[in-house]
């Protein structure tokens, strides 16, 4: 079993920052790709930054040039630095994992079980 905890949402007022940490653990070979994804009330999940592992980055549009996203392959670990939040970055947070837990094995997607961020005054 794979397991992905993030950590580090709450509530920070326009303006501010906050950094979401997530890390793997578990019955892991080698980690890939890992993301993070939020979700809004009444909106779908949607795609927020991705690193690869040779650290290849893409934003979603909204974005760009605010948050910052990083891995530590050594650890497992992926953060997620967000500076300059708005209202509209209120969502709850998924991290998400490509693991292989074999040598030989195809990676999977597995996924944190989401944190809160709120963005308000």
């Known amino acids: 079993q794979v397991q992905l905890v993030e950590s580090g949402g709450g509530l920070v007022q326009p303006g501010g920052s906050l950094r979401l940490s997530c890390a793997a653990s578990g019955n892991i070979f080698r980690v890939y790709g890992m993301g993070w994804y939020r979700q809004a009330p009444g909106k779908q999940r949607e795609l927020v930054a991705y690193?690869?592992?040779?650290?290849?980055?893409n934003y979603a549009d909204s974005v760009k040039g605010r948050f910052t996203i990083s891995r530590d392959n050594a650890k497992n670990t992926v953060s997620l630095q967000m500076n300059s939040l708005k209202p509209e970055d209120t969502a709850v947070y998924y991290c998400s994992g490509d693991v292989a837990t074999t040598s030989s094995g195809r990676a999977a997607t597995y996924w944190g079980q989401g944190t809160q961020v709120t963005v308000s005054s």
């Open positions: 690193i690869t592992r040779g650290s290849s980055t």
